[in-house]
């Protein structure tokens, strides 16, 4: 049986802001970030999106996002659908990132592990395993939002998803995944910018 569920991306954060690598580390939404979030709250009220629960990367600014985007605060907070680690590279400026592999999904591949960082494989696989375990064990009726980050969610639909979408430019912050698992595939159904009230991607319409 199929099940559908929400992906959703972070707010804008100070590091956005000032172009800093962050991944591990952390940094505040900036207001521009808690817009989005509350943009994200108002789309899910119209469309009558009622959650049975909600789970957030661990780090500070995916809390803060669930919170403001569902207005509850019993969130699950889980270790697996946090950012990629970057080790050394964290909170560096952004222009000193390696050469990005956006031909294959690959990301920044292994590079990271040299500095204490992750490679892409153990990213999205982290990201499957945490995400699959849980919709395995929940009813097929059940709502569910996961709130994590730009690059680990990059990698998972990218290398998890079946026909993963195309896109022609950046997850934006709030981008709102809904994601279909049958059992043995994901597959992405569409993306929406809560922001500017557009879909990125809808399936079916590329």
């Excluded at 559908?4 to 804008?12: A, E, K, Q």
């Excluded at 969130?75 to 222009?95: N, P, T, V």
């Excluded at 981008?175 to 159904?189: P, S």
Aim: charged residues 30%; hydrophobic residues 30%; proline residues 2%.
């Amino acid at each position: 049986m199929t099940k559908t569920f929400y992906l959703m991306r972070h707010g804008r954060t100070r590091f956005n802001e000032q172009g800093r690598i962050q991944g591990a580390c952390d940094s505040p939404l900036t207001e521009e970030g808690i817009a989005q979030a509350k943009a994200a709250k108002v789309y899910f009220d119209q469309e009558g999106i009622q959650f049975d629960r909600v789970y957030s990367s661990t780090q500070e600014r995916a809390c803060d996002t669930a919170e403001l985007a569902t207005g509850r605060t019993d969130y699950i907070r889980l270790k697996g659908i946090k950012e990629w680690d970057f080790g050394s590279f964290e909170a560096h400026q952004e222009y000193l990132n390696p050469h990005l592999y956006r031909e294959d999904g690959s990301g920044y591949r292994d590079y990271f592990v040299a500095y204490g960082g992750e490679s892409n494989v153990q990213v999205y696989s982290r990201m499957r395993d945490t995400m699959r375990d849980i919709l395995e064990e929940t009813a097929a009726d059940a709502t569910l939002l996961f709130v994590s980050h730009g690059g680990a969610i990059g990698q998972f639909f990218r290398n998890v998803t079946k026909n993963p979408p195309q896109l022609s430019r950046r997850i934006s912050n709030c981008a709102i995944f809904k994601i279909r698992y049958d059992g043995g595939e994901f597959e992405v159904a569409s993306i929406y910018d809560p922001l500017d009230q557009t879909f990125i991607y809808e399936r079916g319409k590329e």
